[in-house]
């Protein structure tokens, strides 16, 4: 687990053209689960690495994520596997198959051609309105995944792909990465006390190691939009328990302070406050019900698509 935005068992991938890279390399890659020829690597991360492939048996692109079998990476592996298998969505990127082989978990889901959020951030190439459907597709996966008893626990940019083009509205990002997701009716992952996710990104409950509901994905969710609209977090902190303490007892800065010279909507500060309340039953009570917000928001937007800064070092 790492302070600030970065990954926590989560990997980063680049920006390639996953297709022309795999024709590049298919003559030299690996076989996985004798149908996966592994091709471009995409990223690295603390849970695993994450290859550009082709399976042969269906001729399509996949993505793999591979596993080593050792340490707490398997179960996290497994947890990932039966969290995603349960969920159907536009903006949740698919699973496809999982297995095991050499001493190695697999997990295989679609190529998703695109950016995650935090690079398009840092490239300042998202206008308000971009942000907002963003959140709007992130409200909609959200729901759906809580609705059938799975909570991600790691919401945040790095685990938001934005495709190069969507398929759908719904499908304007993709949430990825479900590998400390909690499920209802199976055992926790941790014990109570224990800290899971990125703590930039975390609610305070989530924070202080006691348990979490929805309302802690609806508060990451608020963290996320955030950072995007205003190019810094409503925190500061150096450290991971700086980062602990920041969520447990500083007031998050608001929006109209954080960026001045922009004139948000008023629906979006209230929707914003909302999400960031210590409190999780001051929250909103739903996705559902923070999409609808969203909705009126992208509705009072003027058509001018703003450019947002880019998000600020150290912020």
Request: net charge neutral; hydrophobic share 40%.
């Amino acid at each position: 687990m790492q302070a600030g935005g970065g990954a926590s068992r989560a990997w980063k991938p680049a920006h390639v053209d996953a297709t022309e890279e795999l024709q590049a390399t298919t003559s030299e890659a690996n076989l996985a689960m004798g149908r996966y020829r592994l091709g471009a690597r995409l990223g690295t991360g603390g849970f695993g690495t994450v290859f550009a492939a082709r399976d042969e048996r269906l001729g399509r692109p996949v993505a793999v994520k591979v596993i080593p079998a050792d340490g707490a990476a398997p179960e996290r592996a497994q947890r990932e596997a039966r969290a995603v298998a349960r969920l159907d969505h536009d903006a949740i990127v698919a699973l496809f198959d999982a297995g095991e082989e050499d001493g190695c978990r697999y997990l295989v889901s679609e190529l998703v051609e695109g950016r995650t959020l935090a690079q398009l951030e840092a490239a300042g190439e998202l206008s308000d309105r971009d942000v907002l459907r963003v959140g709007l597709a992130l409200t909609d996966a959200l729901a759906h995944a809580h609705e059938r008893g799975v909570i991600h626990r790691d919401v945040k940019p790095q685990n938001v792909i934005v495709p190069d083009d969507p398929s759908s509205r719904r499908g304007a990002a993709k949430l990825t990465d479900f590998g400390v997701a909690h499920l209802a009716g199976e055992d926790a992952l941790t014990r109570t006390g224990d800290v899971v996710g990125t703590l930039a990104y975390m609610a305070p409950e989530q924070a202080a190691g006691r348990a979490v509901d929805e309302h802690a994905d609806l508060y990451a969710l608020g963290l996320v939009l955030y950072r995007a609209l205003a190019g810094r977090l409503p925190f500061t902190a150096k450290s991971a328990g700086g980062w602990i303490q920041a969520r447990l007892n500083q007031k998050p800065l608001p929006l109209v302070e954080a960026a001045p010279a922009t004139k948000w909507p008023e629906g979006l500060l209230e929707l914003l406050e909302r999400l960031l309340r210590k409190d999780p039953a001051q929250r909103p009570q739903s996705a559902r019900e923070v999409a609808e917000k969203l909705e009126e928001v992208l509705e009072s937007l003027a058509a001018t698509r703003r450019r947002i800064n880019p998000f600020r070092k150290g912020s």
